[in-house]
DNA sequence: TGAATGATGCGCT
DNA sequence: GCGCATCATTCAT
């Protein structure tokens, strides 16, 4: 194993520091079968009841419960009666904060991963999107609340390769957009654009 | 090339 | 019932 898993502390702090600090680790997802490995590119950060986007802002409810759980932890949730999105728990026990991935590049096992049934077959980037990546995966719930430091699913540290940090408001949402709390690497291609209508900068 | 829309189901008011 | 941390397709220019 030439990179080390992130440990639960990685998980433990501030979840504006954890997110940028996401980009470029790897995420590596052991399926019943095969073995999927991709590179974090566009993550962004969910935090506390205050922020209105944040599901937790709605208090503790059976669905937002990993959130409020300790860190270190995955929170999968589903949306729009046909995706999926994966979240990092991050910041302590009670203290509800998760960061969002939104995007990744593939970097192995391509054979593994499933795509949509017809568009996609060359798509280039077939983790970008957060609905996106998990399909790809075949993650549902069924690995919500999952411990990110076991076997089944965590991160890898990266080998230092150079991230182009980018900082800008979050996409998809219609609240709290104000808050720059999006991070993606610049120099990947995987990159999410927002659509028109929703565009914020 | 970009904007509008349909698919689809669950959590919460 | 409504809205949603989405995406692929269709339609209009």
Known sequence: MPYRKLPRSFYDRATLEVAPDLLGKYVVYHPPRGKIVSRVIEVEAYIGQDDPACHASRGLTPRTRPMFGPP???????????????????????????????????????????????????????????????????????QNDLDLTGDVIYLQDRNGETVNIQQSCRIGINVGTARRWRFYDGNSGAVTRPRQARRKG
């Open 72 to 142: 270190g932890r995955t929170y999968i949730y589903f949306i729009y009666g046909m995706y999926y999105c994966l979240n990092f728990v991050t910041e302590s026990e009670g203290s509800p904060a998760a960061v969002l991935l939104r995007a990744a590049e593939l970097v192995e096992g391509r054979q593994a991963i499933s795509l949509p049934p017809k568009a996609g077959r060359d798509d280039p980037y077939p983790l970008s999107g957060p609905g996106k990546f998990c399909r790809a995966l075949g993650l549902t719930t069924d």
